[in-house]
Every structure is written in C-alpha cells, then in structure tokens.
C-alpha cells in the first residue's frame, strides 16, 4: 500500500532523513520506532506533505504522490495525527471534529461524526467544550477523531501516548488495536516500545535519519542488540 | 448644567457614531486575529470606498445605499487581491513585513488619491441627509440612525458567518492553529486572503453607511483608523464582541467628551482611555492573557 524509497529530506542545510526505504501493507499496523530526534516526525511530515522531499519516492496505492502537497496526501487518504495534537484550541470539540472533513469525507460528514462519537464516548458528552480546555488525553481523542473524520485509508499516529496517564496510555493503544481491527492500516510512530511492538505487525527502527532493523513484532523484541538499546533489557 | 434633554441626544449621537467605528474595528480586528498583523492600510482602504460611493454617486447617481450592492463586494475583491498579489508576496512569511507592507500601502494609496482626486473635501447631497427621526426625544439625523442599524446588521451577520459557515470556522482555526489547518486540508493563503478581503469588504459596508452623513478626503481614513486601534485594543485584540463594546464606547466617549469641552477636544477621553487601558488591562476588555 504505501512504498518509500530512498528517502531523503532535512531543514535548511541540516539534511535529517539520509535514506529511508519502508513499506506497508494494506491492514497492517507498522511501528517506526527511535530515539527523539532520530527523524521519525520529519518523515511523517514528508508523507504527509508538509515538507517536500529532497531525493527518494514515496508512492501510495500505486501511485507516485506529489512532493510538498498536504492536499493531495489527504486526497490519497494519508491522514496525519501530528505530535502535540495541533487542534484547534479556540473551537469547540464538535467544531474541531467537523473541520476533520473539511476536504476529505465531506459528503459523510454527519455519519463520521457519529462513528467518531461512538469509538470516544466521553468527546459526546463534551461536544461545545473548547477544545484546548480539555486534559491531555481528551485532546488527543480529538486529534485522532479529527483524523478519522477524512476517512482515512492510512492513519499515522506520531506519538498518540505522549504526556498521557499510564491508564490514558492503555486505553489510547486499546483503541489503535481496535481501529486496526476495523481494517484500518496504521503507521504508529512511538517512543514506547514494549506496548507498539505488543500490537503492530512489523517494524522500523530509525537512527539518525537511516533505517538501521526491520522485521515482525516479534523478531524486534526479541533482538537483543535493539533490547539493548531500546528495551532497557 | 448637564441635564437630560441635551446628555441623552449626544449619547445617542455616540451610539450611533460608535456602531460605525465598530464596524470598521471589526475588519481591523479580524485581519489582525487571523494574520496577526495591524492592517496599517485599514484607513487607506476606508478612503478609497468612501471615494468609491461619491463617484458612483455623482456619476451614476447611484444613491450611497445602492451602492451598499456594489461597492462592499468590489473591496472584498481588492482586499483579496492585495493580500495574495502584494502583501503576502512582499512579506515573505514575516509577521513583521506585513506590517510595514501595509504602512508602505497605505502611503502609496494615500498619495495617489491626492494626485487623482485632489485634496478637495467631497460630499453627497441626498433628499435624506438632514431628515431627522425622533428617538425616545431626541432628534438624530435619518443617515446616523441607517448607519447605525446597517451597523448592527453587519456585526451580526458577520458574526454568524463566523460561527456557522465552514469558511468562518476555517478562518478561526487558521487564527490559532495553521499546522492543524494544513493538516485538514484548509488553504492557509486563501484563508488569510478571505480574511483580509472580509475585512476590506467590510470597510466598503462602513464607507457606504457613512458617506451620507460625512465627507470624504484623501486624509480621511488618518481619524478613522486610530480610533478603530484604539477599539481593537480597548475590546481585546481578535476579539469581535470586544470590538462591538469598545466601539460603542469610543462614541460615547467621544460624544460626552465635546458635550463638555467642545468639539475639538472632544477626542480625548477615546486616547486617555487607550492609554489607561495600556496600562491597567493590556489584553483588553474581552482579550485573553498572553
């Protein structure tokens, strides 16, 4: 479903991602794991167009998508829930939601709402609360339930469990699961490891911009050289 | 001294003068809650709606409130255009070029209307322009009391937009969150150009409601647009209902201050309360903090 290549990008002259190639199948939850600054969120703004590519491919469903383009990655269906939210604080929860279809699954706008609203009950009772008055873990239900009013095809999630409660933290890859249960492929940026690599298929470890391990779920945890590094075994 | 029968037409006369200043406040308040920046042209662009309503009138004869169907929907069209062919094309994405871009318009706007249109003080001659209706004992001119309903009708309308379109929505969420608005597919730079041509569009609604009972110069705007900051800060930058507030205020203000000593110096309680607002509640009556 979605093929990057080669993928290189970076800020200025601070070249970031050096060369990644990742790939992903339909139905399938990929974890793209590192340490802070290892390049994961350039790359997901790369997929999501926010920041065009300098060399590489990246292509969807067949398709070569255009570089730098956040409209036509929503078209595709490649829909991004950013690290630290980015919702709207001054809006209402319903008004932040509905602006999820602002382009992208328009035509159903009502019936995602509902959908929306039954995978988090608690955003129901809170629809005409100001969004940015909301705790860590409601503001993040909005930002995935934003995301998923597009419709989306694939689902990037960069670090959802970041700042949340040990119990926000189950509940939130609970609700991945869950998604991903639905039929929906995911590509789930985290920091946590032992729990993303509990629910993914596959994964990714990126170090300084390179992909340095790839395999199952199950290779991963295992490696020692990653427990080392990342697992604290 | 001061009774009743002459305190109650000069409030009155404020109200009605302070919706006005209102309405211009708002276009300054919006372009400033969307793209962060004083619109130092905002006078500028009065100026060249006002010009617009007197020469469809004395050319067409076309009455300053049939122009309310033309002119508005031309400014919106040239404030739309100014942002994405000038402004946000010379500013780089720099906040703080946009500011000087729009001091840098203003002037050329200004000087070229001297050069075209002289410094000549024009006004309209309409059938209505010293009728009078009684409100509650006091007389106010008919142009005064449109103005102040076209006002109203205006803040509301704009209001509901606001509140109720997906645009107006939109727009909201560029103010405070762009990422977030990329990220749902909202054009960031038409977003910021509907803004700015909502807020010059606005201008042409002022400039038609305030034509019948003003005039017009290439210098008019000077008076028009540090009252309308002062309103802006005074309600609280972005803030339109603190826009509404303070410009009614403002015209109360302003009205009581030259009941009591004269016309001339009647402007300074609007400064000395932009001066204690500065002071005392910086982020305004309606503004947030920080």
């Given amino acids: 479903m979605l093929e990057v290549s080669a993928l290189r990008a970076g800020y200025g002259p601070v070249e970031i991602l050096r ?29 999501a167009g926010l920041l065009r590519a300098r060399a590489g491919a990246v292509s969807f469903e067949g398709a070569a998508l255009p570089a730098g383009d956040p409209k036509a990655a929503l078209d595709a269906g490649i829909v991004l829930v950013p690290e630290g939210r980015h919702i709207f604080p001054n809006l209402t929860v319903r008004e932040n939601l509905w602006l999820g279809g602002y382009r992208r699954g328009r035509a159903n706008r009502g019936r995602n709402l509902e959908r929306v609203l039954d995978t988090f009950p608690r955003l129901r009772e809170r629809l005409g609360q100001r969004a940015g008055t909301m705790s860590g873990g409601e503001q993040q239900m909005v930002a995935i339930g934003r995301g998923l009013m597009a419709e989306p095809r694939l689902l990037i999630l960069d670090e959802p469990s970041l700042g949340l409660s040990p119990l926000m933290v189950e509940e939130m890859f609970a609700l991945i699961g869950r998604l991903n249960g639905q039929g929906l492929s995911i590509l789930l940026v985290e920091q946590n490891v032992h729990l993303t690599l509990d629910i993914a298929h596959r994964g990714f470890v990126m170090e300084n911009g390179r992909i340095t391990a790839a395999g199952t779920a199950a290779a991963l945890a295992s490696d020692p050289e990653l427990q080392r590094s990342y697992l604290g075994v | 001294m001061l009774n009743l029968t002459i305190l109650w037409p000069a409030i009155l006369n404020g109200v009605t003068t302070g ?232 015209g109360v203000v302003e009205a009581i201050g030259g009941l009591m000593l004269g016309e001339s110096l009647g402007q300074i309680g609007i400064f000395a309360i932009f001066i204690l607002i500065l002071l005392f509640r910086p982020q305004g009556l309606l503004g947030q903090r920080g």
């Fill in chain 2, 19 to 250: 919706a006005l200043y209102a309405l211009i406040a708002l276009g300054l308040t919006l372009i400033y809650g969307v793209l962060h920046i004083i619109n130092f042209a905002h006078g500028a662009l009065l100026m060249v709606g006002l010009y617009a309503v007197y020469f469809l009138f004395r050319f067409l004869g076309l009455d300053p409130y049939v122009s309310l169907l033309v002119v508005p929907p031309a400014m919106f069209v040239l404030g739309y255009a100014l942002q994405r062919g000038i402004i946000s094309r010379a500013a780089h994405g720099r906040d703080e070029n946009i500011l000087l871009v729009t001091l840098g318009l203003s002037i050329v706007i200004e000087n070229l209307a001297l050069m075209l249109f002289s410094s000549d003080t024009q006004t309209v001659d309409t059938a209505y322009g010293f009728a009078t209706v009684d409100v509650l004992g006091a007389f106010i001119p008919v142009p005064k009391a449109v103005a102040f309903a076209g006002a109203v009708v205006s803040a509301l309308a704009l209001w509901l937009f606001m509140a109720r379109t997906d645009l107006g929505r939109a727009i909201r969420a560029v103010a405070k969150e762009r990422k977030g608005a990329r990220l749902v597919g909202i054009d960031v730079e038409h977003v910021y150009a509907m803004s700015f041509g909502i807020g010059v569009g606005v201008l042409g609604i002022a400039a038609c409601l305030l034509l019948p009972s003003y005039y017009v110069t290439p210098q008019v705007g000077h008076g028009f647009i540090l009252i309308a900051f002062t309103i802006v800060v005074l309600g609280g930058m972005g803030s339109f209902v603190g826009a509404l507030i303070g410009g009614i205020i403002i």
């Fill in chain 1, 19 to 47: 060369g990644v190639s990742l790939d992903l199948a339909a139905g399938e939850i990929v974890a793209l794991l590192g340490a802070n600054g290892a390049g994961k969120t350039t790359f997901n703004g790369v997929l």
